[in-house]
């Protein structure tokens, strides 16, 4: 019976040994792989973070500075004369740049087209006149610039000289440029200008060998071309790989990361690789498989081990159950005199009739077997209650694992999927985020009113599982919800229908319309975060599709778009809202919005362009010095921010246009009342003088003309006139009102001569003043 036991432990010890090893080594073995792609997927983001977007911020707070209409910085359309200080402030402004991202940017240079200007952190201050043409215009990154349709290019890694000048005998170092137009809708053909960032190229090697010391000697950057761009070995820079088969193998291969199994200088070794989206740059990293996998040799002998010290305390237990197992009956014999020595000491006779008989013994055995069952039972009853109360909670955490790849072994998903009862087992996935759009209709609803509605509609989207079709959604922040879809086929009418039917649902019952963006289809479900990164691009969008309810993934294809909005309408813009062309106004909104829906441009490029729409109505008003009564309206940046789609943006521009325009036209009017009176009071108290209309003018500080042109408006006569009539009225209240002499009134109303005086006034009124006064006072007699 031993030698049995033996024999059986050894062929279990082995089967196992033999399948652990099998499983577990390629467990294992597939889990280094992940742990080292997700360590240079590590690198990759440290340097794009740390580096590039880094140095495109650097260019925003440029373009920023320059479009903010600061005096302080030398623009791309001021005049090099008289502007020696602002050139200056530039050239120190870049410096301090420079300073303060020391270690990431080495120099900062700016190109000025019209000018013919170069200001440089390292160069200092150029004039690109006909003898410093050859050393500062041919730089590569100007004459690479000049002739791209594109709005920015990343130079790689080459040798410039410190010193422009002297190229043959100058130091050289290994820069990186990254270059762009400005503004930033140009291109390289049609801009003002560049501006130009160097990176020097040891800060990548630099920052890869911090991320990853141990890997350090082994990885490295090419372009897309198959060109190093970075290494550690600085001999390395700029040889070209593209005829090596691994490199050709990652340069058509469409993944943007992935590792493969090669040789490399006759050594079979791993690859893993990632790419950098928005430069087209490829990060690899090469080891060899006797160093990548030697940990597993670790394992193995660990397995060996644990195999024997299974057979030799297998065998030492087999033969102590053996042993045990013998004698059965006295285990039996003795759990039986203990319980009836427990139920009745001292009953002597009791104790020898249940030993006779054997009917107690078998009584309290089958008591304490069924108490263990029932024990057994209530454990299984309080762990099935737990886990049902648990449900939510693990549903949550599973489809937020899910969507934020926390979990990497498929196994664990389906365990945890069985674990809620719920059968994800499709061969297609996708990740659905359904946003509440309308912030304002559920502004006013509390905490608990807002997760009962979202729980409602969490109800109503899993509702339309069916078996081809499977939706499981969780709680998001910020007015979102979180959906994982299995699916049979990457058909999306069905889904369509649904959401179209889910909208109105939540129109219908709780007065709030949704959004619902749907990423790209993947065959894992450990892929479906990459999906869900989909949505978060895609709900960008939501803006400029207000009455869409479903975004596909082919919207993603507008992110890679390089198309700009024609500058025209830009500009168009302007100068209708200085001729204050309110109909021109609607016209171009009307065409941008219009631009936004079926135009294939990206949506941050459409933001900076409502941007600039919001810039150049904030420096009209300013310009034109205008105060808006309603203090809602004067912060129009904080307006621009709450508004939802594009839409309400271009009705809420062409009205906020109006208001100016109404405004500065109800201002001009109130002003030509008050510039009237004005000439009005001067007149008046002039009128001994003979008084000009250029006079009168200049003390109001308006132009002759523009005086002559209010006074027919106001008036209904012109300014000669209006001053005759004036004296005229004035000499007639003289001569009824006082006893002054002929000879004084006329003098009093800026008449030069009496005589004049009298020969006017017969004209106007068929008298002459004395015989008006005594006309007068024949009537003062009479009566």
């Not at 349709?149 to 130079?155: C, D, P, Q």
């Not at 996998?293 to 030799?312: D, F, P």
């Not at 912060?635 to 621009?640: G, T």
């Not at 062409?654 to 007149?683: F, T």
Request: with cysteine; glycine share 4%.
């Amino acid at each position: 019976m031993i030698l049995s036991y033996i024999i059986i432990v050894l062929f279990i010890t082995l089967v196992l040994g033999g399948t652990f090893y099998f499983y577990f080594t390629a467990s294992y073995n597939e889990a280094v792989e992940n742990v080292h792609l997700k360590m240079l997927e590590q690198v990759k983001n440290t340097l794009n973070t740390k580096i590039i977007e880094t140095v495109e911020s650097n260019y925003m707070i440029l373009v920023h500075e320059f479009i903010s209409n600061t005096n302080d910085l030398f623009g791309f359309h001021d005049d090099v004369s008289g502007n020696h200080t602002k050139i200056l402030q530039t050239y120190n402004y870049l410096k301090k740049i420079v300073s303060n991202n020391s270690t990431v940017i080495s120099n900062i240079h700016i190109y000025y087209k019209k000018q013919k200007i170069l200001i440089s952190s390292s160069l200092g201050v150029k004039y690109l006149n006909e003898t410093n043409w050859p050393y500062y215009m041919n730089q590569d990154w100007i004459n690479e610039m000049s002739g791209k349709n594109t709005s920015h290019i990343w130079l790689e890694t080459r040798k410039v000289p410190l010193n422009l000048e002297r190229p043959d005998t100058s130091l050289k170092i290994n820069l990186l440029t990254y270059v762009r137009s400005y503004p930033v809708i140009s291109t390289g053909i049609n801009s003002d200008g560049f501006i130009a960032i160097d990176i020097n190229e040891s800060i990548f090697s630099d920052l890869i060998k911090m991320s990853a010391p141990s890997e350090y000697t082994n990885t490295f950057i090419i372009s897309g071309t198959g060109e190093i761009i970075s290494h550690p070995e600085k001999d390395m820079l700029n040889e070209c790989l593209n005829d090596q088969k691994y490199i050709e193998h990652i340069l058509d291969s469409r993944m943007l990361y992935g590792s493969t199994v090669d040789e490399v200088n006759g050594v079979k070794s791993m690859i893993s690789y990632t790419s950098f989206p928005d430069t087209g740059w490829i990060l690899i990293n090469i080891t060899p498989l006797s160093q990548f996998y030697e940990k597993t040799a670790s394992l193995t002998r660990m397995l060996v081990i644990l195999c024997l010290m299974s057979i030799i305390i297998g065998t030492v237990i087999a033969s102590l159950i053996t042993k045990n197992l013998y004698n059965p009956l006295k285990l039996l014999l003795d759990k039986i005199r203990s319980l009836i020595g427990n139920v009745n000491a001292g009953n002597k006779r009791s104790r020898q009739l249940v030993i006779n008989t054997g009917i107690q013994h078998k009584a309290n055995e089958f008591k304490i077997i069924d108490n263990a069952i029932d024990n057994l039972y209530l454990t299984i009853d309080d762990l099935t209650k737990t886990l049902k109360n648990n449900i939510p909670i693990i549903k949550y955490n599973l489809i937020m694992g899910l969507l934020h790849n926390q979990i990497i072994n498929v196994n664990e998903a389906r365990e945890k999927f069985r674990l809620i009862n719920i059968d994800m087992d499709f061969p297609y996935y996708a990740a659905m985020t359904i946003e509440i759009e309308s912030l304002r209709d559920i502004s006013y609803l509390s905490v608990e009113n807002m997760h009962f509605l979202k729980y409602n509609l969490i109800d109503e989207t899993e509702k339309n599982s069916n078996d081809s079709l499977k939706f499981i959604a969780v709680d998001l922040p910020d007015f979102r919800i979180g959906v994982i879809v299995g699916a049979t086929t990457t058909d999306e009418k069905e889904i369509g229908k649904i959401v179209s039917n889910l909208s109105s649902y939540a129109y219908n019952s709780f007065y709030v319309t949704i959004t619902a963006a749907l990423g790209r289809w993947v065959d894992n479900i450990l892929n479906v975060h990459n999906s869900f990164n989909d949505t978060k691009t895609l709900l960008k969008y939501r803006f400029f599709y207000p009455h869409v309810p479903l975004l596909h993934a082919d919207t993603l294809e507008r992110e890679n778009c390089q198309e700009h909005i024609p500058p025209g309408l830009i500009m168009k813009f302007q100068e209708s809202l200085k001729l204050q062309n309110i109909n021109r106004i609607k016209e171009l909104m009307d065409k941008f919005r219009s631009l936004c829906s079926k135009g294939g441009y990206s949506a941050d490029h459409l933001n900076q362009v409502m941007f600039e729409f919001v810039n150049i109505v904030s420096r009209y008003i300013r310009d034109m010095k205008y105060q808006f009564k309603d203090i809602e309206k004067k912060d129009i940046y904080a307006v621009f921010k709450n508004i939802n789609n594009v839409n309400e943006f271009c009705d809420w521009i062409v009205e906020l246009a109006r208001s100016v325009i109404n405004g500065l036209n109800e201002r001009a009017e109130s002003q030509n009342a008050i510039l009237i009176n004005k000439a009005k009071r001067y007149i008046y108290n002039n009128i001994k003088k003979d008084i000009s209309l250029d006079e009168v003018a200049e003390h109001i500080n308006i132009s002759p003309a523009y005086l002559s042109k209010l006074f027919k408006e106001n008036t209904g006569v012109n300014f000669v006139t209006y001053v005759k009539e004036l004296k005229f009225e004035l000499a007639m209240d003289l001569l009824l009102n006082s006893d002054l002499t002929i000879q004084q009134i006329a003098h009093e109303v800026g008449f030069n001569t009496p005589a004049y005086f009298i020969q006017q006034f017969k004209a106007r009124y068929g008298y002459t003043p004395n015989s008006f006064r005594k006309q007068k006072s024949f009537l003062e007699t009479e009566q």
